[in-house]
């Protein structure tokens, strides 16, 4: 045991089987199952009618979703869930009253894993304009609400948790995720508490993907023994995370430690898992290697357990092939349902409560099934058991594995090796009329803007208006034609990217297989899920060729299959300030020896919805350019772009182009959809982006985008933090504002300044302090509506 030891002090679960944690133990212990009929969604024309649906109080019970905005209620469902565990959490940790807290208020984070978020608003949105026949009738609100993120900037308002706060969101693997990110701000010290779990509803899109799939069964599923299919589930589920010596100090009870975790990817299949299990086992041994632990001293395994064939089969066979003997494996899906991003973070609060009670989780075996041979299911109902060590194992769609090992409160974690240094080597980009990141740089380089007007979308009435999108027939070239049929437009566009990047860094064979792929995006694969849900609204169900692509992590998915990138993978979905988490956390993996490479890739794309959901805000859209500080109003871009990270150790020396050398984050009570006028959380990103640098910067790549409303505090913050008299780019000028694609193009404009120092290029802006002849350090800044901020401040080499 040491002081630095990550611990839990509490946990939340609203699920299928309970209100609360304490009510949720009770009956899994009794082998209470809570699959039944399914209320909440439309199941008539689907595979089953059974799954497992909360029934706490405090949720509206009301079919959802409805076309008519005064029927169906901004705040969703989704919401809803996490709100409610996250509360609980925060209550059963003794920090229930934010003002009663020992903790800042920004020393206190959040990050909330989910696959779905408020897509039940999304859905709403899309009825409306399907059913009225115009997109001009669906209410902009509800699309505003749709966003992953969204869910996180309603539970932080509600918390007050107004640290750091990001958004995995890679399928079912998503909130165990979560756990892990929490687990390594608090070890180097970016956050006091860490609010750690996950979310997700009961949706139309779930039951239909999921029947298109032909993967659900009518009874409730089975794991380990009848393994004829899933049963869908829906909750929320949080655990409270602090530094050990904080958590004595304040006298919290402390429930368990985090002693470890471990990411990977298959690279195999988009849906199906690798049949050899070698994936699950690189995370597992991962989260072993951490965690200091061997498999003999693990007790207990919380499994995956969805009760499909494919899921059944390979993942006993990955586990045997690391613990000899298997230990207890159960799977408590089997009364709560797959909650799917919610899934990793409801089986690591059951599993808390497991070793706090030295009781092992049972699986329900039900009349005339079977448990596998050779594997102890602890069938039925909870049995005492001495242990000090569990794991939990979360698999998803994408081929992405996550791994969590939790012990009582007597076991330690192995301290954290010395770090090493991480570099920049090399970058891919498309966006706007420029095809490769020289084409990007180019522009810059020559004060060109990306966008011409030949590029325009409409939203409904409203434009039409320029965009920087990238063209649609540049999708179809350049990668290879017997799996382009599988990939979506932003799987394309984020592959292109990606394959500049390994085409320039020129990696082996067993070097691409050992590198992770961490991925941002804002709004993630809209089309596909657009065409996925048009179908279910209009038929009644969906096509098995889209609903892959639906998740957010299906474009790092691909890239990984087509690459065999096999290292740590995840998906953050946090809107502009995502792209700086994955970065931060890319480096952290590296620094602490998880990995020696990862890719760094962002994506998003513009369609109609986008636009109409901002056009409907007056004077939000451009019709003709974007000049940041000059209210001329946004263009909105599309693209990707991608840039590796190495420890310094293993990179070409003649390759390196720059550093990280500090980040900082911000974030405030702005509400769902929106922006305080208030610039001190953002004023606090560069504060302390620029005190982890310990060094002053040269020039600021401006997140400015052309809209008062947003500038505005932007420049506020720059003067709060000491950096009006700096140099002002504005790469928005020229490239529009891409979502989370902006904060990596920003990057890679001040990287290249610092190599071809064009003083007054790149967007400069003459409103601050003038061009600087030989800029070599910047900071990068960057945000995202409902009120997160982030900076990072980086030099070139």
Not at 311 to 320: I, Q
Not at 426 to 432: H, V
Not at 442 to 460: C, E, M, P, Q, V
Not at 659 to 670: A, C, H, M, N, P
Request: hydrophobic share 40%; glycine share 12%; charged share 20%.
């Amino acid at each position: 045991m040491n002081d630095n030891d990550i611990v839990v002090t509490g946990v939340g679960l609203c699920t299928a089987v309970g209100a609360t944690a304490e009510e949720t133990w009770a009956n899994v212990q009794k082998g209470v199952c809570g699959i039944g009929e399914v209320t909440v969604v439309r199941t008539d024309s689907m595979m089953t009618q059974v799954g497992g649906q909360v029934k706490a109080a405090e949720l509206a019970d009301s079919m959802y979703p409805d076309a008519t905005p005064e029927a169906a209620a901004v705040l969703d469902r989704c919401h809803e869930l996490a709100a409610i565990a996250a509360k609980e959490a925060l209550a059963n940790a003794g920090l229930g009253d934010p003002a009663a807290r020992p903790y800042p208020a920004e020393r206190c984070s959040l990050v909330l894993g989910t696959l779905l978020g408020g897509f039940r608003r999304g859905e709403v949105f899309q009825r409306q304009w399907l059913d009225s026949g115009s997109i001009m009738n669906a209410d902009a609100r509800m699309a505003r609400w749709d966003p992953p993120y969204s869910v996180a900037d309603y539970v932080a308002y509600e918390c007050d948790l107004l640290g750091l706060r990001t958004v995995p969101s890679n399928a079912c693997a998503a909130s165990a995720v979560a756990l892990g990110f929490g687990l390594e701000l608090l070890d180097e010290g970016r956050a006091d508490v860490v609010v750690a779990g996950g979310v997700d509803p009961l949706t139309t899109l779930g039951f239909a993907g999921f029947s298109s799939l032909e993967s659900l069964d009518t009874e409730p599923c089975a794991p380990y023994s009848r393994s004829s299919g899933l049963s869908l589930g829906e909750g929320g589920a949080f655990v409270v995370l602090e530094r050990r010596a904080d958590a004595v100090k304040r006298g919290a009870p402390i429930l368990a430690v985090l002693n470890g975790y471990g990411m990977s990817a298959d690279a195999h299949h988009a849906t199906a898992p690798d049949p050899t299990g070698a994936g699950a086992v690189r995370a597992v041994l991962a989260a072993l290697e951490m965690a200091g632990l061997t498999p003999d001293q693990v007790g207990y395994i919380n499994g995956h357990g969805t009760g499909t064939p494919a899921n059944d089969s390979v993942e006993p066979k990955a586990m045997r092939s690391v613990f000899n003997p298997l230990p207890p494996m159960s799977s408590t899906k089997s009364m709560t349902g797959h909650a799917l991003g919610a899934a990793g973070s409801v089986e690591a609060g059951v599993t808390i409560l497991g070793l706090r009670d030295q009781m092992l989780p049972p699986t329900v075996v039900p009349p005339g099934a079977t448990p596998q041979e050779g594997m102890d299911i602890v069938p039925n109902e909870a049995r005492p058991a001495q242990y000090d060590t569990a794991l939990t194992v979360s698999f998803a769609f994408g081929g992405n594995n996550a791994a969590l090992l939790l012990s009582t409160p007597n076991v330690g974690r192995a301290p954290t090796p010395p770090l090493r240094d991480v570099v920049l080597t090399s970058y891919g980009a498309i966006t706007g009329n420029c095809r490769t990141a020289a084409d990007v740089r180019a522009a810059l380089a020559a004060n060109r803007r990306i966008y011409d007007g030949s590029l325009t979308l409409k939203g409904g009435d409203y434009g039409p208006f320029p965009i920087a999108d990238v063209p649609a027939p540049w999708l179809t070239k350049g990668i290879n034609p017997a799996y382009l049929r599988k990939m979506d437009p932003l799987s394309r566009r984020t592959e292109l990217a990606v394959a500049e990047l390994l085409k320039a860094r020129g990696l082996s064979r067993d070097e691409a297989l050992k590198t992770g792929l961490l991925f941002a995006t804002s709004s993630g694969p809209l089309t596909p899920v657009e065409a996925f849900q048009k179908a279910v609204i209009e038929t009644g169900s969906g096509s098995a060729k889209y609903f892959p692509n639906t998740v957010m992590n299906a474009a790092p998915g691909h890239v990984g299959v087509l690459h065999q990138l096999k290292g740590p993978t995840a998906t953050i979905c946090a809107g502009g300030t995502g792209p700086f988490a994955v970065l931060w956390w890319a480096q952290r993996l590296i620094a602490r020896g998880a990995a020696d490479r990862i890719i760094v890739a962002s994506a998003d794309e513009l369609t109609e919805p986008v636009i109409y959901a901002y056009a409907s805000i007056p004077g939000y859209m451009s019709t003709d350019v974007a000049d940041p500080f000059r209210d001329t109003g946004i263009v909105l871009a599309g693209g990707a772009a991608a840039i590796l990270l190495e420890a310094a150790e293993v990179a070409p020396p003649d390759q390196v182009i720059g550093r990280l050398e500090g980040f900082g984050y911000g974030s405030d009570k702005s509400g769902v959809g929106t922006l305080d006028r208030d610039e001190t959380a953002w004023a606090r990103a560069f504060s302390g982006a620029l005190e982890d640098a310990g060094q002053p910067v040269d020039a600021v790549m401006s997140a400015a985008v052309g809209r008062a409303r947003i500038d505005d505090i932007e420049a506020r913050a720059l003067a709060r933090a000491g950096l009006d008299q700096t140099a002002v780019y504005t790469p928005k000028k020229l490239l529009g504002q891409a979502s989370s694609v902006s904060p990596l193009l920003s990057l890679l404009s001040g990287l290249w300044l610092a190599q071809e120092p064009a003083p007054t290029a790149f967007g400069y802006y003459d409103g601050f302090g003038p061009a600087p002849a030989d800029p070599k350090r910047f900071l990068v800044s960057s945000f995202e509506f409902g009120g997160t901020y982030s900076a990072l401040v980086a030099s070139g080499a």
